[in-house]
């Protein structure tokens, strides 16, 4: 026969671990449903950065521009953003606006390459070759060189030549092949105004 153990100090204890139980589970729910909001705030980040330029490209500025206003409340900082707002700007005929958002994108960005052309893309557009030439010479010697993209924006200069040694012929590779379609479809600074 077992010996009777007394109930309240065992009932204490049931309780006890149910309150810890139940501090737990709120702890843990808690995480989760913050590190939700994170990923849902990303997840719209990204979707209203995709709507925007979908709305761009099919020419409605004025719902691209809504969407780069819902995208900028998420993430004001971030260089998709900037990158966005420079297209905008440029789509828009407000020059002076895209070569400014264009280099706080190329800043935001750490100066990597593809925000870097971007910059200078949006000043050939601009027929700013000055800022272009500032642009390019964030890119270092190696880099600006190692692809036809990023040969475009130098090869488009004034005074200079393209990569089959035409002036002004662009970034045609050698031999006059074509370059494969690189992703993503888009190009966020396109000379052209809607």
């Keep these: ?3 009777q153990q007394n109930p309240a100090p065992s009932r204490a204890r049931h309780q006890a671990r149910l309150a810890l139980r139940a501090v737990a589970v709120a702890l843990l729910l808690g995480l989760a449903s ?7 705030k990303e997840w719209s980040f990204r979707s209203q950065i995709r709507v925007a330029h979908q709305w761009m490209n099919a020419g409605n500025l004025e719902r691209a521009q809504e969407s780069a206003d819902k995208a900028f409340t998420f993430a004001p900082g971030r260089p998709e953003a900037l990158r966005l707002a420079a297209a905008l700007a440029l789509r828009r005929g407000r020059g002076e606006e895209a070569l400014r958002r264009a280099e706080e994108a190329a800043a935001a960005g750490g100066f990597s390459p593809d925000y870097v052309l971007d910059w200078a893309e949006t000043a050939v557009c601009l027929s700013d070759a000055a800022t272009a030439r500032r642009a390019l010479a964030r890119l270092g010697a190696g880099v600006a060189g190692s692809s036809a993209r990023r040969k475009g924006p130098r090869a488009n200069l004034p005074g200079s030549t393209g990569t089959s040694g035409q002036p002004g012929t662009g970034s045609r590779p050698p031999g006059g092949g074509t370059r494969p379609r690189v992703a993503p479809t888009w190009r966020p600074t396109r000379c052209s105004s809607a």
């Design 1 to 3: 026969m077992r010996p």
């Design 34 to 40: 913050y590190g939700a909001f994170l990923g849902f």
